[in-house]
């Protein structure tokens, strides 16, 4: 029998009418905003109703560094959503919303995969309800407004060669990187060098999934570095007048998603920024809200856990005020056999001495989420490649580092291969052990908090960075921001800034390129290596092969 595709299992997905879903986490049908049968935004009324009510269990699910044996981080965070409603648990699962640039790029989707996946599939992974857009919208009217106020006479007296907001598409396009505008005369303004970056890595996006409520909102958007004076003074959004506007445009944006698994359990799917050049996580006003009215919420960060879990620990909950009760490490018998050498063509013959070699990575993701006083599971997510052999080879190293890998099989068995999961989970939630604290402290200089997680997290032996880069950094701490956390913009496919470097790689340094400074977000970015804020497409593009075919149904996105 021919092995279903993840889209031909969707479509034959028996969704519940959404009002059916929010009614299991109480929420009405007057609090529902529907798009369509299948999918909602859940109004600010509600998630400000519920606000005095305890909190639920969180639940992190990471992974080690992603290869192309692919390692099924969201395909997890599904399973282990639909297990814990298996064995009675209330749960809801809080993911992010997928970006237009990778699924026409390389990765086709961000849904999950078989029988583990939220749905509406393609409505999710193309337009959705248009909080991408509006994102975009939002972020470029800013633009519009910087260069039309330098046009009417530069009242601010912006120096246009230190405006640093950059414009923003949801798609990728190398062409757009660096460019020159307002070309063709008087009329189009003074030229200036810019560029583009992704929507995602947009600071409006990161706002949007930070802040609590529309006026928290404006405030931070309001607060955005726009461009510099010649005196080196900032200029903010809020000088420009565009705070308001953009609120206005982000206003339903601001509103979680809520859709369900295959198995018709609840899923908020809200606010997208990678998690390789900005802060991986979904919103905290979905977050915050699932946990009001779920038993047990499951989140996840994006890419490894050196980027998305550092992140999710030292910026999502330092921000929100939010602890995990436990962590799930996402791994995979063919990523480590990769790790451990394998190429991609000979994943398919058993090597446990190459499995063995690459749990160093799996080992140094487990050490450092450890290191934030949180209890880890290994999920081992199986491919039917695997061989006994090799799943006990992981078992036995994770056994060895002082955890537990338990086998998952919710790709072909949804929640029932991921019960045993739920139970590891729910003991390690319930014991009371977690003791969660970040990686620094806010009064850390900000070189000191780019060296700490260089070293602890990466494993770097030094950071390098330029005299201009450490001034820079002192001349934020002089303005007060100097207590921000760091959002690092790093490869996600190695623990340095090479992505062919794979396993657990010591004796290296991390070059920073360039620091950003996010003062709406309340971040600052630090790009390092050769990382791209706009990303391109590859020699092969999956927009090649998406296409409707003679149904009209659309073919390709997985």
């Not at 029988?115 to 193309?126: D, G, I, T």
């Amino acid at each position: 029998m021919a092995i279903k595709t993840d889209i031909e299992i969707a479509r034959e997905a028996k969704k519940r009418p959404i009002q059916e879903i929010g009614a299991k986490l109480g929420i009405g049908s007057d609090d529902l905003l529907p798009y369509g049968h299948d999918k909602a935004k859940v109004s600010q009324r509600f998630i400000d109703s519920v606000q005095d009510r305890p909190n639920g269990k969180l639940v992190l699910v990471t992974a080690i560094n992603p290869t192309p044996a692919g390692e099924g981080k969201t395909t997890t965070t599904v399973g282990l959503g639909d297990g814990l409603n298996r064995i009675g648990k209330k749960a809801a699962v809080c993911i992010r919303e997928a970006s237009l640039g990778p699924n026409f790029g390389m990765k086709g989707g961000a849904a999950g995969g078989g029988m583990a996946q939220v749905v509406p599939m393609e409505e999710m992974n193309l337009h959705f309800t248009g909080d991408f857009h509006a994102i975009t919208s939002a972020h470029n009217l800013l633009s519009a407004m910087i260069d039309n106020h330098i046009y009417w006479g530069n009242e601010l007296e912006i120096d246009i060669r230190r405006v640093v907001w950059r414009r923003v598409l949801d798609m990728n396009d190398r062409a757009l990187r660096q460019i020159t505008a307002s070309l063709g005369g008087v009329a189009n303004g003074f030229p200036r060098e810019t560029g583009f970056d992704i929507t995602v890595a947009s600071e409006v996006m990161a706002i949007l999934c930070l802040a609590r409520n529309l006026e928290d909102l404006q405030k931070r958007l309001g607060d955005m570095i726009v461009a510099y004076r010649r005196d080196k003074t900032p200029v903010f959004c809020r000088d420009i007048k565009a705070d308001g506007a953009m609120t206005v445009l982000l206003k339903d944006a601001m509103q979680p998603n809520l859709v369900q698994t295959l198995e018709n359990n609840p899923a908020f799917v809200h606010g997208g920024p990678f998690a390789n050049i900005a802060h991986g996580c979904n919103s905290v006003t979905a977050t915050t809200t699932a946990l009001k009215i779920a038993d047990y919420v499951v989140t996840e960060a994006g890419f490894g856990a050196d980027l998305g879990a550092e992140k999710f620990m030292n910026i999502k909950c330092r921000k929100a005020g939010l602890a995990p009760d436990a962590v799930v490490l996402v791994a995979t018998v063919r990523a480590m056999k990769m790790n451990g050498g394998v190429a991609k063509a000979d994943l398919g013959a058993e090597n446990v001495e190459a499995v063995k070699k690459g749990c160093a990575n799996l080992g140094r993701h487990l050490s450092n989420l450890k290191g934030f006083g949180v209890p880890v599971v290994v999920a081992i997510n199986h491919f039917v490649s695997d061989t006994d052999a090799e799943v006990e080879a992981v078992k036995e190293y994770v056994s060895g580092q002082g955890s537990e890998a338990i086998l998952c099989k919710h790709w072909a068995k949804g929640s029932e291969g991921t019960e045993e999961l739920a139970k590891k989970v729910v003991q390690l939630a319930e014991s009371g052990v977690s003791n969660f604290a970040p990686l620094y402290p806010d009064e850390m200089g900000l070189f000191e908090k780019i060296q700490t997680i260089a070293k602890r997290i990466y494993h770097a032996d030094e950071v390098l960075a330029d005299k201009s880069v450490r001034d820079q950094l002192h001349a934020w701490e002089a303005q007060g921001y100097g207590h921000l956390p760091i959002c690092m913009a790093k490869t996600q496919y190695s623990f340095t800034t090479d992505p062919n470097r794979r396993g657990a790689p010591t004796g290296h340094s991390v070059p920073v390129r360039e620091v950003r400074l996010s003062a709406g977000a309340g971040f600052v970015v630090v790009i390092c290596g050769e990382i791209m804020t706009m990303p391109g497409l590859p020699r092969a593009p999956s927009a090649e092969s998406i296409r409707l075919n003679d149904s009209g149904q659309i073919e390709g996105l997985f």
